[in-house]
């Protein structure tokens, strides 16, 4: 029920990246031509809300995306998702940043 102010949310995202995502999608939010999608740039991160909280909960079927709704809480999926969306060249780009844990929550 706390209030995340952006900032904290961005700092505790880098850290799940670093230990969730970062093997495929790259410190450089580049991904592996062919076989791991940029999310620098990329059409989830910087669209709707709500898609890409679905891609991080249930992933993505037919690809390596794994569902991390098991594995990560709700205040995990928010702030990696917000460093996502505020990172690289994605930083003031597309839609709010800020997803917040009560977003994943409704979204569970």
């Known amino acids: 029920n706390k209030e995340w102010a952006a900032t904290d949310?961005?700092?505790r995202g880098e850290k799940v990246y670093a230990a969730n995502c970062v093997a495929c999608h790259q410190g450089s939010g580049k991904g592996v031509v062919g076989a791991f999608p940029a999310?620098?740039?990329s059409k989830i991160v910087l669209g709707p809300k709500a898609?890409?909280?679905?891609?991080l909960?249930?992933?993505k079927q037919g690809t390596?995306?794994?569902a991390f709704g098991g594995q990560l809480n709700d205040v995990e999926i928010?702030?990696?998702i917000t460093y996502s969306r505020a990172s690289w060249t994605n930083a003031g780009k597309g839609q709010d940043p800020v997803v917040s844990p009560a977003d994943v929550k409704a979204k569970r």
């Open 39 to 41: 999310l620098d740039g």
């Open 51 to 55: 898609e890409h909280i679905d891609i």
């Open 64 to 66: 390596a995306m794994a």
């Open 57 to 59: 909960l249930k992933g």
């Open 9 to 11: 949310l961005i700092a």
């Open 78 to 80: 928010a702030a990696v």
